[in-house]
């Protein structure tokens, strides 16, 4: 353990003195600042905010995401290129040992820089309230959608298997379906998929006239008294003129105004008039969700709009309400951003168990900079290869699906939506990223390290 | 029987990128090195000197064979903890000072730190560069690197100690220290596996050489063994008058044999020595290593390694004379220089080899006094033969006041 530890420390200080960090470091005590002077966002205080720490928070993720490659790869292959491992190595240390003397070295480091940076971070977006002067209704708003982590509910999914299947029948039996079926030149799969498509946004299309509720159960705010939002986006069918819709909306209890009981909280309705395609949020108070956690939300299409209204399916409409501090939502970032940093050191590390450091570099940027375009990627390959999809699903999927996921779980997104990133979110993402990905690569460096031979060819 | 370092018909051979066997580095090698033993590795460059101690400190994995240390696998902590090893080139972190470099191999071997604040003062000292010790490695001339290097593979105190050319870049005095040390640690019961084409080092300590040719084995043996010339003798007296010269020479022609008898010339390192040594006590300054002659006093404190040993390893080798008390000053270096086989040898194998004069060097600075090589006196009373250890002894006491047992000059 003091070997190891010996092993960590001299690492740290290898990328201290070396000046390796102290780029990076210099850079981003610049930078920061800077930016939370330059930056004004849409002008309102929130607006700053969010396009602060959008910045600031990529920024400092990405830069040090490729310290710790730099840092990873350079310690190792400077140590076997310049040899100073052959007085390591022979000293009474086994390799993995020294290996993980290496990664923890780099994980130090990183955890010295992600506290200082994330503080700094955290200090500024603190005071940035105060030198903005921001009017009270300003305040309110960052309070109420910046600062804050709110938990996200969608409505539930609704089943439309049956009905798809109902349908597919019914029109095959009507020989109403297209005739590209019909020769073959479109696959039955395919077209269920499309018929599957368009029922489900017919269950979230209202057309004038008509209304559509949403249940909501298990509403837990952190505190009582808490607003929830209702934030939703418009599509259309047809423009309207001036490109906004007329609505009225409600929220509340509405199983009392079903079974005739009394009415024990209230329910609110709000008349609106919104942008299309853009998101708006309605603030409902607190009290308009029954004790049981529950709230009905609904959507009345006034026949003043000439047109059907869709909310689209992945985020057309959400309630939001705030399950947790914006100091615990922040500090679970700063780990997202730790826990991609340890991947991005193993994966270094791997690296210069077999390759030159130039190689290396290469190696492992490519896979960061994939890592960060993963889910075009993984959609392109899938896209691709789906007339070899048996090679394909065999060999070349689950490689890719090694691949890190960084732009999936970007930090970055939770604290400019103000979205819960749920301990359970970053318990899920060290599974995936540390417990299975990085521990395969951690493996493959300790086998290939194991029987590297360590001195060069000199005869 | 185990030994210290032992290898089993070792081969490694480099293969190029094909697989194809291209260089046999070490061919067949079979080493036997024993407990207490000064051994030194010979041979020209490339001959496999270097990748023979990379096998065996598991830096290189052999083709064909086996390597033991001390009786078991080098990657073994608990065998490489009893391990010192300076390799040929000072492979230091250029960023770390002189003591936290220390510091750092110390905490590889897990030693707690009061012994280690302890030792890497010792070692600074003895290297002679307590001085420098606050300054990075990268600032480092050559041989202040190699001193720390040294220092590095002492800090363990190890029973077995590799040196890999432990002499290059060294400047005289750094040279003559670490062939002290070797002695020293020989007689306190280390073994010591030396590698270099440096003869005269080697000749100085090593108790027995093996030398290399395409890493194969040419010659094997006791230095004393392989060196001495049987058909000639050597005096070493103080000054002598003409007369007592005169009857010297008259016994010797008596036996139908020639002699000549001159004062032997010293040599330049002790010369050296001698002055670098008197402008130290003058104090002056110097951003360089300052040499010492102390010798880290934790390194196996200085028991009799003889009986130690005894009782450790069924059968220990033999030093002559370890247990002798320094009687005698007067040492006579048994090997004469220019040995014709030996040279012979030796030309074969390196181009660098030094003839004739330079053998009889004394390790410690003042000490030579005797060993005149030119001088061939054949005396029938010369039985005795020189035993190292006596020089040792010798040397080590005249180390701490070289000048004064210098003869040559007197």
Redesign the interface.
Known sequence: M??I???AT?TF??AV??KIAAVFIILLIVLLPTMAVSMTGDGTLKGKLQTFVSYGFSLTSLLLSLLTIIVSVYSLTSDIN??????????????FQFLFGKLLGIILLDVVLLVLFSTLIYAIIIYIPKFQKAGPAELAQANNEFFTARAGLTPPEVDVTQEVIDTYNRLAETDQLPPDIIENKTSREDYIEALTHNIKLGKRAVAVGHDLAWEFKNIKPLEPGQSLFIRFKYNVSVNPPDLQIISKWFAGDDRQVKYGANVQTPIYTFDRKDLIRTFHEIEVPADAVAEDGYLAVGFFNVPLNDTVVIFPTEDGLEVLYKADTFYANFLRAVLLILFRLIFLACLGILASTFLSFPVAILLSLAIFFIGTISGFCLESFDFLSRNLSSVYSYTVRPIVQLLPQFDKFSPTKFLVSARLLSWSLLAKVVFYLICIKAALLWLAALLIFRYK???K??? | MEYAVETFSLTKI?SDWWGRDK?Y?VDDLNLQIQYNEVFGLLGPN?S?K??AL?VL?????PTKGKALCLGGD??N??I??R?G?M?E?S???R??NAR?TLD??G????LPSKVRKMRIEVLLDMVGLKAVANRPIGTFSKGMARRI?LA?ALI?DPDLLMLDEPTTGLDPIGTRQIKDLILELAKRGKTVLLCSHLLADVEDVCDRIAILYGGKIQSEGKVKELLRQTNKMQITTGHLSDTAIGKIKQIVNSEQADCVITSPMDKLEAFFVRTITTAQQLSLPTSGAVSTTQIGHFLAPQTHPESLLDKLVSTPVSRQGLSKPPTTKQVVRPEPAESKPDERLLGKLTEQTPPAESKPVDKTKPVEPKAPQKEQIKKSILDQLTDRSSTQNDNKQQSDKPQTGDPGNA
Do not use: C, D
């Open positions: 003091r070997s530890w010996a092993v001299n200080k290898q003195r070396m310049q040899r100073q491992i052959y007085t390591v190595l022979t000293k009474p240390i086994r390799r031979e360590i001195a060819v000199i005869v | 480099f260089v580095a490339g496999g270097t990748t990379k400190l598991g830096l290189l994995y080098a990657a902590p608990k490489s903890a391990i090893f390799p080139e492979y230091l972190y960023y770390l936290e750092f191999y905490r590889l071997f897990g290097a590095q363990n």
